[in-house]
């Protein structure tokens, strides 16, 4: 098995198959094996299966399909409930879920309706839509795990139908996969044209040749930008105003690659071909220009390391506040050049 280290040596060597839709995906099943990372609690259901994706039991295809699907159960059951409770929203909440015989299918129809325009209308983007998912099981495992992501990650979000009918950091990242599919599979204009009209619907530009991981969260997402080449690891969280950008015109690879589990805070920029290291959490408003260690905390404009963190995977946890310590530590430091300063 690879080393979960190879999330982002193995995209910088070039060695990527383009076989999986994630980014060594292997690597956030076998996880659950070790018990740092407590893979079974974060993802009670769709962490536990085989690392061969083609070996898992998605998706549920037809209403006859007999393999059990937790989560779309748990949204069906959401979206009756909120039936009941708000009857202006029946229709809705028919046509968006309950009409639906599958969580690929509900999660199709809720984007092409987001995304349509007069001249690619509703019907024309479910059919892609529709054409990418069903016959893809990376994007149906993704999608999933990032329900997950949203749900635990988020406090604002409650429950897996909000997430799928009502967050834009989820829906421009399922539209972001569909569009990855296309640029793999050729038809790169027409993924740049979902690219566009995404970014204009969610305004979250991710560059469809881009490579993301499963697990993610895109917390209020408004303002991400993510350049061709980069290339985010799976379990990593990146809120509101985050760049993963280039450093000039140079062509190739060029753009960051983020490890697994790293934890990416509000309006931070990491421009370059640089790696920022598996659990790393990059402070709010950080201007990252080199290499950030293994879970290490980088702050600052342009960032210094300034501590190791004690959590395993930062994006988990979401804790955003910078260590106590280190705070006492700046203070005591500024107090003693001030009074070596003075004349006693």
Same mark, same amino acid.
């Given at each position: ?48 299966? /085989? ?34 409770? !708000? ?25 092409? /309706? ?10 024309? &983007? ?11 099981? $990376? &994007? ?28 834009? =950091? ?75 950008? =280039? ?11 983020? $490890? ?6 509000? =309006?931070? *920029?990491?421009?370059?071909? &640089? ?24 702050? =600052? /404009? ?14 988990? *946890? ?9 705070? !006492?530590?700046?203070? &005591? $430091? ?11």
């Amino acid at each position: 098995m690879m080393s979960r280290r190879n999330i982002i040596l193995r995209e910088l060597n070039g060695d990527d198959d383009g076989g999986g839709e994630t980014v060594a995906s292997s690597n956030c099943l076998k996880s659950r094996e070790n018990s740092r990372y407590r893979s079974e609690k974060i993802f009670p259901i769709y962490a536990m299966g /085989n690392s061969n994706l083609e070996d898992t039991p998605f998706p549920v295809h037809s209403a006859s399909d007999s393999v059990s699907d937790p989560i779309w159960d748990a949204i069906r059951a959401e979206a009756k409930s909120e039936t009941e409770k !708000e009857p202006i929203l029946s229709s809705f909440l028919f046509a968006s879920i309950l009409s639906h015989n599958c969580l690929e299918r509900a999660l199709g129809f809720v984007l092409a /309706n987001r995304l349509q325009d007069p001249t690619l209308l509703a019907a024309q &983007i479910l059919d892609i839509f529709d054409n990418v998912i069903m016959n893809d099981r $990376g &994007i149906q495992h993704s999608i999933r795990l990032d329900l997950q992501a949203f749900k635990d990650r988020d406090p604002a979000c409650a429950s897996y139908s909000w997430a799928l009918l009502y967050l834009k =950091g989820y829906h421009s990242l399922q539209s972001y996969r569909v569009s990855h599919a296309l640029w793999k599979h050729g038809r790169k204009v027409l993924a740049l044209a979902l690219q566009s009209r995404i970014s204009e619907v969610f305004a979250v530009d991710i560059h469809p040749a881009a490579k993301i991981g499963e697990g993610i969260l895109l917390d209020h997402a408004t303002g991400i930008v993510i350049g061709e080449t980069a290339v985010v690891g799976n379990k990593v969280s990146l809120m509101q105003g985050v760049t993963l950008g =280039g450093t000039g015109k140079e062509v190739g690879d060029r753009h960051p690659k983020i $490890g697994q589990g790293a934890l990416i805070g509000a =309006g931070a *920029t990491i421009l370059g071909n &640089i790696i920022v290291g598996e659990g790393a959490m990059i402070a709010a408003g950080s201007l990252v220009l080199k290499n950030v260690p293994p879970h290490c905390m980088a702050v =600052g /404009n342009p960032a210094k390391i300034i501590g190791l963190l004690e959590e395993e995977d930062p994006s988990l *946890t979401m804790k955003h506040d910078v260590s106590k310590d280190y705070f !006492e530590k700046l203070a &005591i $430091g500024s107090t003693d050049g001030k009074s070596n300063g003075r004349p006693t």
